[in-house]
């Protein structure tokens, strides 16, 4: 009989969509209240003791039944019991209600023990009141537990789940398992509760049973329960990054998070299960997320025309969406990628439609066209932000980084002081330090001429002129064409992931976390810095593949194998943020500091710079790469073509360095 009445609520579309969503707060309030109305009737029904002696009609039944209803309703909107989605309902739903009765009973008996003392006999019957307040608490509670029970039925049937255990042993964790076990056609299906403490006993909490945390004992836990997936809190991925996700991984079991109760969608628009994802590697940065003060930034860039070089690229995109969140009254996105700048106008129109945007076309190599656009929008502060980056395109490519990177950056920094840009912010790479490719060092040559220049001005002028201010990270966490979307991309084609060395590090940084340092670090700078940040520790590319691999619930090695290539030319193990020479010196955000650098004769970069521009004219990628060894004589090249022009440098031929 009871499969029989399961099958027909399973075939009733009503009963399925009635199941399936919410209950109207409304509704849920009328029945509560229905409740009040029937303790009250059956309370006095079966024990009236009017107190109309005194009090005439307002003594009788009935007057007290519309006294206790109005209570009742009063308080039910201050303590808001309807609020809570039944189906989800647990602990806390319970702790409202029994607030309410308590309350409520608390309210009368003060009424009833102000008219004794006014009258000489209470209003209300003190026992009335007491049974009031447990007929209605009974039928409350009642109702709801019978709701979540054909719930948990209705969802029961015939469906099958994937099994999972929540970590966790807060209400959070608790209410979630309960959401996920009374979820109309869920997917998941929590088997055991999973506690953070180690120190805690085994119990059973709403049914699941509950362990201790502990590396030892999770391969039998998830084997005794037939169970392959982990579900936690978005509020302990600090607790995860600590190195507890690895202790999961290597029995591979998959990793889901999911977002706090009080996030989920009270209105029948989201399922319970919309709230569970996969984690992302991005999750496991073995740091914590870095928050940069956009309070003094916002006060600076408020009402302000800003303009942003290589604005559809990664870096660019994110610094244009915070700079507009930042309220600036226009922002002008630079770049020559026409098909993502259009993408990227579709965004700002939808997210910041108040923001005045202007979308300039053009290569920051064009000196005419980039004169055009800081003439017809005169920024106040530009980030600079365009830059070919990629290293082996770049060393079998010099003249186009000499071009883009290097000349590009002086056409804009010689019109940012025409113009009388106030700041100028270069967004410079940690493979500027010591570098070991064309990529590198094109970045590093950038720096050195913005830096001069800006003390060459300060010399020659003491009137205030544009600040240059230069900042230098590692990579970025999903950045176009960074190992990340790369290696997501290997594993979803079935494999092999193709890393270069087994042995290579890199340091990274998510793009907002990357981004709202450097508006910070624009925003503090006062002119010839060169800022670095605090990436954390570095990573072992490889044990990024294989956590990559292992959180799509794969086994490296043997789903998905792992093939290394060879370093590519220019390409080193490891990236640095600061050469030999430099020391750093801090500011008042701990996660960025001031590189020490040497500052270079601005007359002398000229005369390199010209000659640079000649040979560039020519074409002859040897000398290229010779004369950038000149202006950079840390430049060795490693594992490329270039290593044997080395040699041919004289050190008596490197550019000189001036005191500040």
Same mark, same amino acid.
């Given at each position: 009989?009871?499969?029989?009445? %399961?099958?027909?609520?399973?075939?009733?579309?009503?009963?399925?969509?009635?199941?399936?969503? *919410?209950?109207?707060?409304?509704?849920?309030?009328?029945?509560?209240?229905?409740? &009040?109305?029937?303790?009250?009737?059956?309370?006095?029904?079966?024990?009236?003791?009017?107190?109309?002696?005194?009090?005439?009609?307002?003594?009788?039944?009935?007057?007290?039944?519309?006294?206790?209803?109005?209570?009742?309703?009063?308080?039910?909107?201050?303590?808001?019991?309807?609020?809570?989605?039944?189906?989800?309902?647990?602990?806390?739903?319970?702790?409202? &209600?029994?607030?309410?009765?308590?309350?409520?009973?608390?309210?009368?008996?003060?009424?009833?023990?102000?008219?004794?003392?006014?009258?000489?006999?209470?209003?209300?019957? %003190?026992?009335?009141?007491?049974?009031?307040?447990?007929?209605?608490?009974?039928?409350?509670?009642?109702?709801?537990?019978?709701?979540?029970?054909?719930?948990?039925?209705?969802?029961?049937?015939?469906?099958?789940?994937?099994?999972?255990?929540?970590?966790?042993?807060?209400?959070?964790?608790?209410?979630?398992?309960?959401?996920?076990?009374?979820?109309?056609?869920?997917?998941?299906? *929590?088997?055991?509760?999973?506690?953070?403490?180690?120190?805690?006993?085994?119990?059973?909490?709403?049914?699941?049973?509950?362990?201790?945390?502990?590396?030892?004992?999770?391969?039998?836990?998830?084997?005794?329960?037939?169970?392959?997936?982990?579900?936690? *809190?978005?509020?302990?991925?600090?607790?995860?990054?600590?190195?507890?996700?690895?202790?999961?991984?290597?029995?591979?079991?998959?990793?889901?998070?999911?977002?706090?109760?009080?996030?989920?969608?009270?209105?029948?628009?989201?399922?319970?299960?919309?709230?569970?994802?996969?984690?992302?590697?991005?999750?496991?940065?073995?740091?914590? &997320?870095?928050?940069?003060?956009?309070?003094?930034?916002?006060?600076?860039?408020?009402?302000?025309?800003?303009?942003?070089?290589?604005?559809?690229?990664?870096?660019?995109?994110?610094?244009?969406?915070?700079?507009?969140?930042?309220?600036?009254?226009?922002?002008?996105?630079?770049?020559?990628?026409?098909?993502?700048?259009?993408?990227?106008?579709?965004?700002?129109?939808?997210?910041?439609?108040?923001?005045?945007?202007?979308?300039?076309?053009?290569?920051?190599?064009?000196?005419?066209?980039?004169?055009?656009?800081?003439?017809?929008?005169?920024?106040?502060?530009?980030?600079?932000?365009?830059?070919?980056?990629?290293? *082996?395109?770049?060393?079998?490519?010099?003249?186009?980084?000499?071009?883009?990177?290097?000349?590009?950056?002086?056409?804009?920094?010689?019109?940012?002081?025409?113009?009388?840009?106030?700041?100028?912010?270069?967004?410079?790479?940690?493979?500027?330090?010591?570098?070991?490719?064309?990529?590198?060092?094109?970045?590093?040559?950038?720096?050195?001429?913005?830096?001069?220049?800006?003390?060459?001005?300060?010399?020659?002028?003491?009137?205030?002129?544009?600040?240059?201010?230069?900042?230098?990270?590692?990579?970025?966490?999903?950045?176009?064409?960074?190992?990340?979307?790369?290696?997501?991309?290997?594993?979803?084609?079935?494999?092999?992931?193709?890393?270069?060395?087994?042995?290579?590090?890199?340091?990274?940084?998510?793009?907002?976390?990357?981004?709202?340092?450097?508006?910070?670090?624009?925003?503090?700078?006062?002119?010839?810095?060169?800022?670095?940040?605090?990436?954390?520790?570095?990573?072992?590319?490889?044990? %990024?593949?294989?956590?990559?691999?292992?959180?799509?619930?794969?086994?490296?090695?043997?789903?998905?194998?792992?093939?290394?290539?060879?370093?590519?030319?220019?390409?080193?193990?490891?990236?640095?943020?600061?050469?030999?020479?430099?020391?750093?010196?801090?500011?008042?955000?701990?996660?960025?500091?001031?590189?020490?650098?040497?500052?270079?004769?601005?007359?002398? &970069?000229?005369?390199?710079?010209?000659?640079?521009?000649? %040979?560039?004219?020519?074409?002859?990628?040897?000398?290229?790469?010779?004369?950038?060894?000149?202006?950079?004589?840390?430049?060795?090249?490693?594992?490329?073509?270039?290593?044997?022009?080395?040699?041919?440098?004289?050190?008596?031929?490197?550019?000189?360095?001036?005191?500040?």
């Amino acid at each position: 009989m009871r499969r029989k009445i %399961l099958d027909l609520l399973h075939d009733s579309p009503l009963i399925t969509r009635f199941l399936s969503t *919410p209950s109207p707060w409304w509704l849920v309030l009328m029945a509560d209240l229905i409740f &009040v109305a029937l303790s009250c009737l059956a309370t006095f029904t079966f024990n009236p003791e009017p107190q109309d002696r005194f009090l005439g009609w307002w003594g009788s039944a009935l007057a007290q039944s519309i006294v206790v209803f109005t209570v009742y309703a009063v308080l039910m909107m201050v303590t808001r019991t309807f609020r809570y989605i039944v189906r989800l309902s647990v602990v806390e739903d319970m702790y409202r &209600v029994v607030a309410l009765t308590v309350s409520a009973s608390a309210v009368l008996a003060v009424t009833s023990m102000v008219t004794a003392f006014a009258f000489g006999a209470p209003y209300f019957n %003190l026992w009335n009141i007491f049974v009031i307040g447990l007929l209605s608490f009974s039928l409350m509670m009642f109702s709801r537990l019978g709701i979540k029970y054909i719930y948990r039925q209705f969802t029961a049937n015939g469906i099958q789940r994937r099994r999972v255990i929540v970590l966790g042993s807060t209400v959070d964790s608790f209410a979630f398992a309960s959401a996920l076990l009374n979820e109309p056609a869920g997917i998941y299906k *929590p088997v055991a509760l999973l506690s953070l403490s180690s120190d805690s006993l085994p119990a059973t909490i709403n049914g699941l049973p509950l362990f201790p945390y502990s590396p030892d004992t999770i391969k039998e836990i998830f084997d005794t329960y037939k169970c392959d997936t982990l579900m936690f *809190p978005s509020a302990q991925l600090k607790f995860m990054r600590s190195g507890v996700a690895d202790v999961f991984l290597k029995h591979h079991i998959r990793l889901l998070v999911f977002n706090q109760i009080k996030e989920f969608d009270d209105k029948g628009g989201k399922s319970v299960s919309s709230s569970v994802r996969d984690i992302h590697i991005e999750d496991l940065l073995c740091r914590d &997320v870095i928050q940069a003060d956009t309070t003094e930034v916002e006060q600076v860039l408020r009402g302000q025309v800003v303009m942003i070089t290589g604005a559809a690229g990664s870096i660019g995109s994110e610094i244009v969406n915070q700079v507009a969140a930042l309220r600036a009254s226009e922002v002008v996105l630079v770049d020559q990628a026409e098909t993502p700048m259009h993408e990227l106008q579709l965004a700002m129109e939808a997210n910041h439609p108040e923001i005045k945007m202007h979308l300039f076309v053009g290569d920051v190599a064009n000196p005419a066209r980039m004169e055009q656009a800081f003439m017809r929008y005169r920024p106040r502060y530009v980030f600079h932000a365009a830059a070919y980056k990629h290293v *082996p395109m770049m060393e079998r490519n010099p003249s186009e980084a000499i071009l883009t990177n290097v000349f590009g950056t002086k056409n804009l920094a010689d019109l940012a002081v025409k113009y009388k840009v106030e700041k100028f912010v270069m967004i410079s790479t940690d493979k500027a330090v010591n570098p070991t490719n064309v990529m590198g060092a094109s970045k590093r040559i950038a720096e050195i001429y913005v830096q001069s220049y800006f003390y060459h001005l300060r010399h020659i002028s003491d009137n205030g002129s544009t600040r240059f201010i230069t900042t230098r990270f590692g990579n970025v966490l999903g950045s176009n064409g960074s190992v990340i979307p790369l290696f997501r991309r290997q594993i979803e084609q079935g494999g092999p992931v193709t890393l270069t060395h087994r042995d290579i590090i890199r340091y990274f940084m998510t793009i907002p976390e990357a981004c709202s340092l450097v508006l910070q670090a624009g925003t503090m700078g006062q002119g010839g810095e060169i800022f670095i940040f605090d990436m954390g520790q570095p990573v072992k590319i490889y044990d %990024l593949a294989t956590r990559m691999i292992s959180l799509s619930g794969l086994r490296p090695g043997e789903d998905i194998e792992i093939i290394e290539t060879g370093l590519r030319p220019g390409e080193k193990l490891y990236e640095e943020l600061l050469n030999d020479k430099e020391l750093t010196m801090t500011t008042r955000n701990n996660k960025i500091m001031i590189a020490k650098v040497r500052v270079y004769d601005y007359d002398e &970069v000229q005369r390199h710079l010209e000659t640079l521009r000649e %040979l560039t004219t020519e074409g002859e990628y040897h000398d290229i790469v010779a004369e950038m060894k000149r202006m950079v004589p840390e430049y060795k090249s490693q594992n490329s073509v270039w290593a044997s022009i080395d040699k041919e440098i004289s050190k008596t031929e490197v550019i000189n360095e001036i005191p500040r």
